[in-house]
């Protein structure tokens, strides 16, 4: 069965999907920061500079639905169907991991499953992805003028998902900042985003900002009407020093299966000119936004896993969970919202 390294998308997608949309945090220890308001830390975020540093981090999730073990791969499930599986891996799972970030665009992802580790190392122009368990490993080289795109091996951290997190949600988001917290050993601000509308399945998200650097330690988001968290992301240890630079060296173990593939689309075109066949058609705003994925040539509602975990509704199947839902049409097509079903049924009927 050829390999898709598409199972990587839930680094951008689960981001994507509760940011339209991510409050607990470890409060005891917290040593006293200044008193800043909302705008406040909210600046403090968004102002960060480039800061080397390397971490550990832990991602739990209870969003109603059973747990996937890492690496699962679905029986002729290839391209469309691996990669929505593999998003429903890293929504439902937890997951351990280091990163290690150094100079620009210098950074190394090592997620740990059930059956190995995955790792993403970027230095510079040349990008690695390698599986423990398969022993393979992909290559790609981008073009000079990347830019950010580099960056997206740190997707499943709490730095990037806060990132995500705040660029959608802040114009139609309540802000607070309540007591001071700690996290992974350092003492940061507890910066709350509320939505301004029930029509969403989020009843907060938490952020956990360092008090000195202003980079995100934490973010924990609550489903409406709930107490306990059902995603949360943290670092549990943290080094600003400068990681070593032999960590984003990488050379393939001996008899590793290596791919040499092409950037991807978005990497050689500028936001303003990317093709929208590589982009999600996006209804609505803020929390109540709604991402279409176009029908792919596999029906996803066909697949074994997928009919197990969904149920039949009006136009489609149903994955319903705490957080998130998803819609597979009947028409192929996958609508995807931290929304009621009603919102996602609305959606695909004004396509």
């Keep these: 069965m050829a390999r898709t390294w598409s199972r990587w998308l839930p680094a951008a997608v689960v981001p994507l999907v509760i940011a339209g949309s991510v409050a607990f945090a470890a409060q005891a220890g917290a040593e006293d920061l200044p ?5 406040d830390v909210l600046a403090l975020l968004a102002d960060r500079g480039h800061q080397p540093f390397s971490g550990e981090f832990e991602q739990t999730s209870d969003v109603g639905l059973p747990q996937l073990p890492g690496g699962v791969e679905v029986p002729g499930g290839d391209g469309d169907a691996a990669a929505v599986t593999s998003a429903l891996e890293a929504l439902t799972s937890d997951h351990t991991g280091r990163v290690f970030v150094g100079e620009e665009h210098q950074a190394r992802l090592q997620v740990f499953d059930t059956f190995g580790e995955r790792d993403v ?6 990008v690695w992805v390698y599986e423990s368990a398969e022993n393979a490993a992909a290559h790609t080289t981008l073009p000079a003028d990347a830019g950010d795109h580099a960056t997206t091996g740190e997707q499943l951290t709490p730095d990037a998902i806060a990132d995500r997190v705040v660029e959608a949600a802040v114009p139609t988001t309540e802000l607070s900042v309540r007591e001071d917290v700690e996290v992974a050993g350092r003492a940061a601000y507890d910066l709350v985003l509320t939505p301004r509308t029930d029509a969403t399945l989020v009843g907060e998200v938490a952020i956990a900002v360092d008090g000195e650097t202003g980079q995100p330690l934490q973010v924990t988001v609550t489903a ?4 306990a968290p059902a995603f949360r992301v943290a670092y549990t240890l943290l080094d600003l020093t400068a990681p070593d630079a ?3 060296a990488f050379t393939p173990p001996a008899g590793a299966d290596v791919e040499e593939v092409s950037p991807p689309a978005e990497a050689l075109q500028g936001d303003e000119t990317r ?3 590589h982009e999600p058609t996006v209804i609505g705003t803020g929390w109540e936004s709604v991402a279409i994925i176009e029908a792919g040539e596999r029906a996803l509602a066909d697949q074994p896993l997928l009919t197990q975990l969904t149920s039949a509704v009006d136009g489609g199947r149903l994955l319903s969970t705490d957080l998130v839902n998803v819609l597979i049409a009947d028409d192929g097509r996958v609508l995807v919202g931290a929304v009621p079903l009603e919102r996602l049924q609305a959606a695909a009927g004004s396509e």
């Excluded at 008193?35 to 705008?39: D, F």
């Excluded at 190392?121 to 040349?126: H, R, T, W, Y």
């Excluded at 409406?224 to 107490?227: L, N, S, T, V």
């Design 246 to 248: 032999d960590l984003f």
């Design 275 to 277: 093709s929208p066949d």
């Design 224 to 227: 409406r009407g709930e107490q």
């Design 35 to 39: 008193e800043r308001s909302p705008g």
């Design 121 to 126: 190392i970027v230095n510079g122009s040349d």
